[in-house]
């Protein structure tokens, strides 16, 4: 079912008919009683009826909003025009709002795709672009709404994995934008039928579970422990390199091979070492200590 323009006019014109209505009916029933003649007083009291039941059919429509139409249970069309409006009396209105609106989900336990327990929640931004389907597609709108993009959500999140792994593949953690896109489509899959388009999806909060916090908080230390010495053996090798070049170009000194190794293994020493280094003077010869 598709929404289709419902019939209503401008309210301003058909207000002045109606108490036009109404003052020619109250004449008529003043006439009537003055001249005894019931035809008139019964005319008056029937033209009152009419401007009672037209008045039934005013209704406001407020911006971004839209006043779905039904006649005796039939989709009538949608009203989507502005200002005071009215339309056939007979007609049941229901208002439905076509403003942006947001919420967020709660926070939701679920498997990644390691298995790891994980804590997930996500703001989902959207709004209703059909109103016949919103109305008579599924029961109550909003509610689908809420519950299609908190099933979504656990069917992104048990897709990827928390932390990123060297196969490249997208994680949770570390792809923000492919991971909310991905779920802004599996949000938007499931409210088609619904007359929602989803605006914007991302996710607010993002965690392993407490029973895994600690354990994997201890890897991630690990992991950047490794990384930090990595980078530390790197730039000293560079370093050493650098001052064994410096020193055989500028001739400051001759070293053989078992000096050189010494000299190595002194400096790598200090600059790879995690407290200050204390200085020795050596007060000998090279050769001898």
Request: glycine letters at 8%; a negative charge; proline letters at 2%.
């Amino acid at each position: 079912m598709n929404e289709q323009q419902g019939f209503s006019t401008s309210g301003i014109p058909t207000v002045v008919v109606v108490i036009l209505l109404a003052l020619i009916g109250l004449a008529c029933e003043g006439y009537g009683l003055v001249s005894q003649h019931l035809g008139y007083a019964a005319l008056g009291v029937l033209i009152h009826i009419i401007a009672v039941f037209m008045s039934k059919g005013f209704f406001q429509v407020a911006p971004n909003e839209g006043q779905v139409l039904q006649l005796f249970g039939k989709y009538h069309g949608t009203v989507r025009e502005e200002g005071l409006r009215w339309t056939n009396p007979f007609c049941s209105r229901r208002r439905v709002s076509l403003r942006v609106r947001n919420f967020e989900s709660g926070k939701l336990k679920v498997n990644d795709s390691d298995g790891n327990p994980i804590e997930i929640a996500a703001v989902v931004v959207w709004q209703v672009i059909d109103t016949a389907e919103a109305v008579f597609c599924v029961d109550d709108y909003e509610n689908f709404v809420t519950i299609q993009s908190e099933s979504a959500l656990r069917q992104m999140a048990q897709n990827y994995p928390y932390d990123a792994h060297d196969d490249g593949k997208p994680a949770l953690r570390s792809h923000g934008e492919v991971i909310n896109n991905h779920l802004r489509d599996e949000i938007q899959a499931r409210l088609d039928k619904a007359g929602v388009r989803v605006v914007e999806a991302r996710i607010s909060h993002l965690a392993y579970a407490q029973e895994i916090a600690q354990a994997m908080l201890q890897r991630q230390q690990a992991s950047a422990i490794v990384a930090a010495r990595e980078r530390i053996v790197d730039g000293a090798v560079g370093m050493v390199a650098m001052a064994l070049d410096r020193l055989k170009t500028q001739g400051v000194v001759e070293l053989d091979e078992e000096r050189k190794a010494a000299m190595v293994s002194n400096l790598l020493v200090v600059l790879c070492g995690d407290r200050a280094t204390q200085p020795v003077v050596n007060a000998g010869t090279l050769y001898g200590g």
